[in-house]
């Protein structure tokens, strides 16, 4: 039963921040052993994985966007949220937030239903 929605701007100019916000519902972010994700698939490519963080609040971030990219949670929400920043139009994509239990692997078993968010001026 546990839920996941993305919110957040769909348009963001180029140099500027990408903010988008994750509530789960159905599941506690610091009470169960899980993986919080934030996944993007830009248009006609594969699903990148972006980052993650861990119930106790630590963070790891794919190696090509973890200069530009932070992940933060508001416990008392249940949410989780991603900063990309500096965006071009290469950042276009739809977001994921998704749920992975520790050992899947690239596996996830809840997912948000994804926002488009286009960086253009």
């Known amino acids: 039963q546990v839920q996941l929605q993305e919110s957040g701007p769909g348009l963001v100019k180029p140099s500027q921040t990408l903010s988008l916000t994750c509530t789960v519902s159905?599941?506690?972010?610091?009470?169960?052993?899980?993986?919080w994700n934030w996944i993007r698939q830009p248009p006609w490519k594969g699903l990148e994985w972006m980052g993650r963080?861990?119930?106790?609040?630590?963070?790891y971030y794919s190696p090509s966007l973890k200069s530009r990219t932070s992940i933060s949670r508001d416990t008392s929400k249940n949410q989780f949220s991603l900063q990309l920043n500096s965006v071009t139009p290469d950042d276009t994509a739809v977001y994921y937030c998704?749920?992975?239990?520790?050992?899947?692997?690239?596996?996830?078993?809840?997912w948000g239903q994804g926002t488009q968010v286009t960086v253009s001026s």
């Open positions: 998704a749920r992975g239990p520790p050992g899947a692997g690239d596996e996830y078993d809840d």
């Open positions: 159905g599941g506690s972010i610091t009470t169960n052993y899980y993986y």
């Open positions: 963080m861990h119930l106790d609040g630590s963070t």
